[in-house]
């Protein structure tokens, strides 16, 4: 029996569950199941990635916004999710919103053509294929407009104007960076004088050089600055921008006159009166070596050729002054001859600190214009560093002058400007000294004395007439002769340079004069060994070349070191009173060179050889030499 009614309870479960499958299948409709999950699955919205940060920048009339905080990257980079839009709208709050869209996710965006000087806000959306947009990230920005650009342009600094009758120089001295911007170049249109526009492109310093103006009239210079404007925050525009800012200048007239510079210069060219006018008359202009400015070249438009040798131009070398024992002599003056050269070396020339001519821009305005045609130089005489400035000129409009043109001739004569007692050195150098020229002495020294040589060319000596034969000489006009009366044993005089020259042993590298004893044979012949009666040492000159004397050193820069010439061969008897005997010293061991310590600037010519014999001058027996003929060779036969 229990078996039996189990077995019914299975069946009753059993069949229970069958009808309940039955009932729900009865009651529910296959295609109303499906449309309930349709309609909820059409109700959810499923939102592409958004940007993870936003920050701008200020452009001018733009804006760029970086989306990325791993930088600006390329699109095809980027992966989010099902983000393939960048979507940027502004303006939403007003009657013509701006939506701007890109097919691609971008790391940012640049949004241009905002001219308005105002608040812009800005929201960036990711946008899936579908259309449906991420969260925005939102940003106000202020452009840099023209009306920001009008405002930088009123706080451009206006040029100084140097004003020459024809041309002009604009320059900013402070330069034209300021709190407000950077400048990074210029643009200069203007008319000139023909009717012709001429436009300059200056990309470093601001400087304009214009010529060919019109005399008398106004000009404007229609000047664009390139410039990067610095933001209140103290950052900087994204862009450059150009600002433009008209100049306007009346030229003078011919008769306003100008201040002179190189006053010296200019008055040894001959120009004496300094306006526009008169310089406009000038067409070639001489600069020596020691100049230290072309900035008086801007005056003279009408020059094209230049001297930069200083050749003839009386007045401008330095001058230097000794003294000692109660003596002062002066050295210098006059003109550049042609064996002096800078005593500096080219490295010293070369140096931040060196003596490079001032002023080239205003040179090379005048070469580049086309204004200078003509330019003669020696090389190194202003620097090396100078050189290298000329260089791209050479050939066209510079001129190098070489050691063979007739510039320089066979041989120099030393002029009496740089004639000096040897007494400013020791006691034991004493002369009475005289020239026979109308140079010496000079006004306020009494160091030399003038000697009025007759026609006859004949001088009297302890009291006997002595005819000096000057048809032996090559200056045989008598004019250029040094009387020397011994009143020491080491008697000697001096030729000196001012500090900054040397000699230059290079291109003139021997030294010759004539030498002539206007004394009686027996008061320069020695007859009693060593307790002398005559004095025969004073047959021989002695020349020592020199960087400065032993009691100047700080007129050199250079060591003085050991520098012998040796002494020279005496004068025979049938010389004395009859016959200029000529010596010549060679100086090639002292050339002067790029590396050398050897920038002689004197010679100490020594009548008597310092030897031990003793002297004591008497005025009845002087002992009287000549000397004359002093030159600069370039070969022994000079």
Same mark, same amino acid.
């Given at each position: 029996m229990k078996t039996l009614f189990e077995n019914r309870n299975i069946h009753l479960f059993l069949s229970g569950i069958l009808i309940m499958m039955a009932l729900i299948i009865a009651s529910c409709d296959k295609d109303a199941i499906y449309d309930s999950i349709k309609d909820f699955s059409e109700k959810e919205e499923i939102?592409?990635?958004?940007?993870?940060?936003?920050?701008g920048r200020v452009g001018f009339e733009r804006v760029e916004i970086d989306l990325r905080k791993d930088g600006r990257i390329p699109a095809s980079k980027i992966i989010m999710g099902r983000a393939q839009k960048t979507i940027v709208t502004y303006d939403t709050d007003t009657p013509d919103p701006k939506e701007i869209v890109i097919d691609s996710v971008c790391s940012y965006v640049n949004v241009t053509n905002l001219t308005e000087p105002r608040l812009y806000r800005f929201l960036i959306y990711t946008e899936d294929q579908y259309g449906y947009r991420s969260t925005p990230q939102e940003i106000s920005l202020v452009p840099y407009t023209s009306y920001d650009r009008d405002v930088l342009s009123e706080g451009i600094l206006n040029p100084n104007a140097s004003i020459a009758s024809s041309a002009i120089l604009l320059e900013w001295p402070t330069g034209l960076h300021t709190i407000m911007m950077e400048y990074h170049g210029l643009i200069c249109r203007y008319t000139d004088a023909d009717g012709k526009s001429e436009a300059d492109t200056l990309l470093n310093s601001p400087r304009v050089y214009a010529s060919n103006l019109p005399s008398g009239q106004?000009?404007?210079?229609?000047?664009?600055?390139?410039? %990067?404007?610095?933001? /209140?925050?103290?950052? !900087? $525009?994204?862009?450059?921008? *150009?600002?433009?800012?008209?100049?306007?200048?009346?030229?003078?007239?011919?008769?306003?006159?100008?201040?002179?510079?190189?006053?010296n210069t200019l008055r040894g060219n001959g120009?004496?009166?300094?306006? %526009?006018?008169?310089? /406009?008359?000038?067409? !070639? $202009?001489?600069?020596?070596? *020691?100049?230290?400015?072309?900035?008086?070249?801007f005056f003279f438009?009408?020059?094209?050729?230049?001297?930069?040798?200083?050749?003839?131009?009386?007045?401008?070398?330095?001058?230097?002054?000794?003294?000692?024992?109660?003596?002062?002599?002066?050295?210098?003056?006059?003109?550049?001859?042609?064996?002096?050269?800078?005593?500096?070396?080219?490295a010293k020339i070369n140096a931040a600190t060196g003596n490079a001519p001032e002023s080239l821009q205003t040179l090379k305005d005048a070469i580049e214009s086309g204004q200078i045609t003509t330019i003669r130089y020696i090389e190194k005489t202003m620097g090396t560093a100078f050189d290298t400035f000329l260089e791209p000129y050479v050939g066209t409009v510079v001129t190098k002058i070489p050691?063979?043109?007739?510039?320089?001739?066979?041989?120099?004569?030393?002029?009496?400007?740089?004639?000096?007692?040897?007494?400013?050195?020791?006691?034991?150098?004493?002369?009475?000294?005289?020239?026979?020229g109308n140079f010496l002495p000079r006004p306020g020294y009494t160091d030399i004395s003038r000697w009025n040589l007759p026609n006859t060319g004949e001088d009297v000596v302890n009291g006997e007439t002595v005819n000096l034969q000057l048809g032996q000489l090559i200056q045989n006009d008598g004019k250029n002769i040094y009387r020397c009366v011994i009143k020491q044993k080491n008697a000697t005089f001096i030729f000196a340079l001012p500090?900054?020259?040397?000699?230059?042993?290079?291109?003139?590298?021997?030294?010759?004069f004539k030498m002539f004893i206007g004394c009686k044979k027996e008061v320069v012949t020695n007859n009693a060994g060593a307790n002398q009666?005559?004095?025969?040492?004073?047959?021989?000159?002695?020349?020592?070349?020199?960087?400065?004397?032993?009691?100047?050193?700080?007129?050199?820069?250079?060591?003085?070191?050991?520098?012998?010439?040796?002494?020279?061969?005496?004068?025979?008897?049938a010389e004395i009173q009859t016959s200029w005997h000529e010596y010549t010293i060679d100086m090639r061991a002292n050339d002067g060179g790029d590396n050398s310590q050897r920038r002689n600037r004197v010679y100490a010519v020594n009548i008597g050889g310092e030897g031990s014999a003793t002297f004591a001058y008497t005025s009845a027996k002087e002992v009287v030499v000549y000397i004359a003929d002093f030159r600069l060779c370039k070969t022994t036969s000079d």
């Open positions: 939102y592409p990635a958004a940007f993870d940060t936003i920050y106004e000009v404007t210079f229609d000047m664009t600055y390139r410039v %990067l404007p610095i933001l /209140d925050d103290g950052r !900087e $525009l994204l862009d450059t921008i *150009n600002v433009e800012r008209p100049y306007v200048v009346q030229m003078p007239t011919p008769d306003q006159p100008f201040v002179p510079t190189e006053l120009i004496n009166v300094f306006t %526009l006018e008169e310089a /406009d008359k000038v067409t !070639e $202009l001489v600069y020596p070596m *020691n100049m230290t400015t072309f900035a008086d070249l438009n009408k020059v094209h050729t230049l001297d930069l040798t200083g050749k003839g131009l009386p007045g401008t070398l330095e001058v230097l002054d000794y003294g000692r024992n109660g003596v002062t002599s002066r050295v210098g003056g006059g003109a550049w001859q042609e064996f002096m050269m800078p005593v500096d070396q080219p050691n063979s043109d007739p510039f320089f001739p066979d041989r120099v004569f030393i002029e009496p400007q740089f004639f000096a007692n040897g007494w400013v050195q020791a006691d034991a150098w004493d002369m009475n000294l005289s020239h026979s500090r900054q020259w040397r000699f230059d042993n290079q291109r003139y590298p021997y030294v010759k009666v005559g004095w025969d040492i004073f047959r021989l000159p002695w020349i020592r070349p020199m960087n400065s004397l032993w009691g100047y050193p700080q007129n050199s820069d250079y060591t003085q070191q050991s520098w012998d010439a040796g002494k020279q061969a005496k004068m025979g008897d």
